[in-house]
């Protein structure tokens, strides 16, 4: 091969040399071409990746927003609920109170209805008379029938201070504990009734007391 291109001459040799150069420079400009559409190809696939990522960031910042709306929310719902978990002890601890001092209430006015009748039927050394007998016995069974649901709601009441539940629980005790139309006479009965309400002077004071709490 080389030995038929010394014989072409030096001016064939320098033409087939550069249309070798033209080839290989067609061929490197060929592959610098399809070099570029890959570059430019890559690029428009780096932007769209670039654009989603974007996207992708967009919607985790939205995300995360909702997500705090929520936790503002939930927070703000838990609140609430235990204000209103607050509100309605409140009432249940008002209506259980109320409760129990109109039982206390109850008590002290069968206990005040029973003073009344026997000091309407005293007479000093006198003993009971048929009439004066049913009166009392009728206050006292009144009387009777209150101290049990008094010192039942005392009891079990959740929302009374250990004062409030010693000191009315001492008085139904003291109701409990009296004699009852059993003694000879009815100024007998108004003195022990005296002498438990002596014991209890301040009786009306614990109550207003109690209201105001």
């Known amino acids: 091969m080389i030995e038929r291109l010394i014989k072409l001459g030096p001016e064939w040799t320098a033409a087939i040399a550069l249309g070798a150069q033209a080839v290989i420079f067609l061929l490197q400009a060929g592959i610098l071409f399809w ?35 929520q936790g503002k929310l939930l927070d ?4 609430i609920m235990d204000e209103q978990f607050k509100f309605q002890r409140k009432i249940e601890a008002q209506a259980e109170r109320t409760n ?3 039982l206390v209430l109850e008590l002290r006015t069968q206990f005040v209805a029973v003073k009344g009748v026997l000091s309407a039927n005293i007479t000093p050394g006198t003993p009971f008379t048929q009439a004066s007998r049913e009166k009392v016995e009728h206050a006292w069974q009144r009387l ?3 101290i049990v649901p008094c010192q039942r709601a005392l009891i ?40 438990v309400e002596g014991e209890h002077k301040e009786f009306l004071k614990k109550m207003m007391g109690a209201a105001k709490a």
Request: glycine share 6%; hydrophobic share 40%.
């Open 35 to 69: 070099q570029g559409r890959i570059l430019r190809r890559h690029g428009l696939t780096m932007e769209e990746h670039l654009d989603i990522a974007k996207t992708q960031a967009d919607t985790a910042k939205l995300i995360g927003q909702a997500l705090d709306q």
């Open 76 to 79: 703000s719902q838990t609140k």
């Open 100 to 102: 129990v001092f109109d």
């Open 144 to 146: 009777s029938a209150a």
């Open 156 to 195: 079990t009441s959740i929302h009374i201070s250990e004062e409030e539940k010693n000191y009315f629980l001492g008085f139904a005790m003291a109701c409990d504990a009296l004699e009852r139309g059993h003694t000879n006479t009815i100024e007998a009965d108004l003195n022990a009734l005296k002498k």
